[in-house]
């Protein structure tokens, strides 16, 4: 197995500071996320089925998917990168949210997100890790189809959000719109810096 530690370093970090982002904005904002987060809030308000239980199960086909496809090194990443988020935002979690007006602000808490996500995940992306089961899909989706990971993403997201409008105002996800689109814009950048397409 490939074990590069420069690799390791930077998907615990970039975990860490996508967690960083998703506890002081997304959890105060108002403004989401689409993918796997916004599909089990679905299920919970569909048919009742806890986010705890729904996320563990569909994330799960998703990295066995990702697994298949981009080999065994990308599980032994991926859990380092699971295990950064969850351990990164308890952490957080200790302390007060940095930017309590974010709320009132949902354009600034709309490019704040996708800068924490985009960055965060695009980084991890990069080092062929992915820190939730809508990455792996979308890597696998991306390897598979020669689709830009960006538009796998984009393409997954607004329909999750779509879907979303039957408990969420419009107006919030309108700007939920901006920040995927804005987000998966970002990871495709950084996946693509320095290499050649």
């Known amino acids: ?31 989401t996320e689409g993918g796997i987060l916004g599909l089990v ?4 308000y569909w048919f009742g089925i806890s986010p705890a239980i729904s996320f563990f199960a569909v994330s799960a086909v998703c990295f066995a998917i990702g697994c298949r496809v981009l080999g065994k090194s990308f ?6 990168a699971v295990a950064s988020f ?9 302390f007060e949210p940095l930017w309590p007006g ?23 992306v990069r080092e062929n890790a992915a820190i939730a089961g809508d990455d792996a899909l979308a890597m696998t989706l991306s390897h598979v189809t020669g689709i830009k990971i960006e538009y796998v993403y984009m393409l997954s ?4 959000l779509a879907m979303s409008l039957c408990y969420i105002p419009l107006r919030r996800i309108a700007y939920s719109l901006f920040t995927v689109i804005l987000s998966g814009q970002i990871i495709g950048i950084i996946r693509r810096i320095g290499k050649k397409d």
């Open 1 to 31: 197995m490939d074990i590069k530690p420069k690799s390791y370093i930077i998907i615990i970090a970039s975990s860490a500071f996508l967690a960083f982002g998703l506890y002081n904005v997304h959890s105060l904002s108002g403004v």
């Open 41 to 44: 809030l679905l299920f919970d």
């Open 75 to 80: 599980i032994a990443r991926s859990a380092v």
């Open 86 to 94: 969850s351990l990164s935002y308890a952490l957080f979690e200790q």
């Open 102 to 124: 974010l709320y009132d602000t949902p354009l600034l808490a709309a490019v704040l997100g996708a800068v924490f996500v985009g960055v965060g995940t695009g980084m991890c």
């Open 157 to 160: 997201d607004v329909a999750v």
